[in-house]
Nanobody
Framework: QVQLVESGGGLVQAGGSLRLSCAAS????????MGWYRQAPGKQRDLVAT???????SYRDSMKGRFTISRDNAKNTVYLQMNSLKPEDTAVYYC???????????????WGQGTQVTVSS
């Protein structure tokens, strides 16, 4: 069993900041790429940012300069620092991890349960 648990979401006023965390645990041999995605009601999940095991990052254009993704490989944890939040950032934010399990020895993707981020005017 593999589990991804997000935390750090909440209610914040426009211009405020939040820091999301996601820890992976379970029968994990190796965690490769990790990322953050978000989904507003009635919409598909959209990419926010990704980070490879080597630390290479990628951001959606609308997040560049405001959001920063990072990770702690020793703790299998990925973070998302969100600054200058806007009402349009309101969504459920999901953690994703591409990993290899100990047994069966396979490569697969896992998703967290999501954490709500609400930005008020």
């Amino acid at each position: 069993q593999v589990q991804l648990v997000e935390s750090g979401g909440g209610l914040v006023q426009a211009g405020g900041s939040l820091r999301l965390s996601c820890a992976a645990s379970g029968r994990i041999l190796r965690v490769n790429e990790m990322g953050w995605y978000r989904q507003a009601p009635g919409k598909q999940r959209d990419l926010v940012a990704t980070i490879t095991s080597g630390g290479s990052t990628s951001y959606r254009d609308s997040m560049k300069g405001r959001f920063t993704i990072s990770r702690d490989n020793a703790k299998n944890t990925v973070y998302l620092q969100m600054n200058s939040l806007k009402p349009e950032d309101t969504a459920v934010y999901y953690c994703n991890a591409h990993l290899i399990t100990t047994w069966p020895h396979i490569s697969t993707d896992y998703w967290g349960q999501g954490t709500q981020v609400t930005v008020s005017s």
